[in-house]
């Protein structure tokens, strides 16, 4: 609300665009790892499976809607296998 007042900097909006990819990525790297107490992280296989179609979905339309779908099913095709 008090940002539409105001015209940011170019640099500032540039910036800030970045922000939603950063989320995204912490989010996936967060999820493609299992911690555990007192030892390195190790892959979830099942994550990073399911992460493959839904990168290439992600680079090919760059469509948020057909991503998180493809990421979903993705993923339940991959826990249905396991």
Avoid at 51 to 65: D, F, G, Q, R
Wanted: hydrophobic share 60%.
């Amino acid at each position: 609300m008090l940002l539409k007042k105001f015209n940011l900097p170019a640099k500032v909006v540039e910036f800030l665009s970045f922000v939603p990819i950063t989320i995204m990525a912490a989010l996936w790297f967060e999820n493609l790892f299992k911690q555990n107490l007192g030892q390195l992280p190790t892959i979830d296989y099942a994550n990073l499976i399911a992460s493959v179609p839904t990168v290439l979905t992600a680079i090919l339309t760059k469509k948020l809607l057909l991503i998180v779908i493809v990421g979903i099913i993705s993923l339940a095709l991959v826990r249905l296998a396991i």
